[in-house]
């Protein structure tokens, strides 16, 4: 996954599945973005520091809106 491509929830559920995870099928595209920073050992930010700095990062693209 690119961080310029468009964050769809397949793309997130194939992530998601290729670290492992299981049952993400009926997670919110949020939730689902959490899980898979947490997975990678990241902290589940997305959404929650509005003026974030981390780069680089798969998800700022859609994050800083």
């Not at 310029?4 to 998601?16: C, G, V």
């Not at 920073?37 to 800083?64: K, M, N, W, Y």
């Amino acid at each position: 996954m690119q961080s310029q491509e468009k964050i769809t929830k397949k793309l997130l559920t194939d992530k998601a599945k290729s670290l492992g995870l299981k049952n993400v099928q009926k997670l919110k595209k949020v939730e689902l973005i959490h899980c898979i920073q947490s997975a990678e050992g990241h902290s589940p930010c997305f959404g929650r520091i509005p003026d974030c700095g981390v780069t680089p990062c798969l998800f700022r693209s859609e994050c800083i809106h």
